[in-house]
């Protein structure tokens, strides 16, 4: 991989489009692009930088300790909302440790999203920032087929719910967020109750609906030559669902997010954002994480 180094002016980034979805208020992105390549990622219609090139802000540290004097107002961090954080070269940067010391010293709130288990290397800072922090492990489909075509360069689905479980284990609040649900592929009744019921017995504390596979016009062609060879009967039906849209039908969501929602309504999962607390918060209003259902 192509690794090119440069400055970046700023890496606190207002949320705005994602705060409703994620329930962020900023985003933290140290590199640009990611290695994992996954086939829908919506971040490929931002950056070329995918599998073979990567952009890393090198002054990221620097001008993140800055930010977060000058510019930071309070609220949710989410850290890798448009990249893996936890990427194989952080092993040389360190950015994902000393982001969260950082973000521990000022005593702000962290969501992270991950694919990997790597995040594993970060558990005895998660465990100090403890309820200021929450980790959400992205599942967009428990049949190992399936993500090896669409998520090639990603660990596999067992691999993140087994991270998942050892966070629980070490008293740390993680989940999962469903995204994207693959039409045709991973949307069947019995896959959306295996997603669920695995959640449930790896203690996902909570689980984050945002199923919908977003294709935007950068995306479709990558992503529809994947299908022609793997799945050349559905290719003519995604060509139809998203001939005027990069969005599925909103029946289909509304149908899909309900089905969801019985399930964990059955496994008893809660579907509400996890809140980590802050110091911008006033005692009345308090942000705690919700119940975790421990056994």
Known sequence: ?????????????????????????????PYLGCEQGCIYCLNRTVSDKFEDKLVVYQNALEIFRTEMINKYKGGVIGLGTRTEMYQGIDAKYNFCESFLELLHNHRAPVHIFTKTSRILASRDILKTIGKNAAVSFSISTTNEKL???????????????EAMHLLR???????????????FLSDHYDELENIVKLAK???ASYMILSPALILRPELKDLYFSRLKVHYPGLAEKYHYLYRNSDMPD???LNVLKAQLKEFLEAYEISSALPKPGSIFNN?????NMFDTNDE
């Open 147 to 161: 993500a090896a075509l669409f998520e090639p360069l990603s660990p596999p689905p067992i691999r993140r719910l």
């Open 169 to 183: 284990q070490f008293g740390i609040q993680a989940g999962i967020i469903i995204k994207p649900i693959l039409l």
């Open 283 to 287: 005692a009345d209003d308090q942000l």
């Open 1 to 29: 991989m192509k690794i090119i180094e440069m400055d970046t002016d700023t890496i606190l980034e207002a949320s705005v489009s994602e705060r409703e979805e994620l329930g962020i208020t900023y985003s933290v992105n």
């Open 201 to 203: 017995s790896y203690r």
């Open 250 to 252: 909103i029946n289909y």
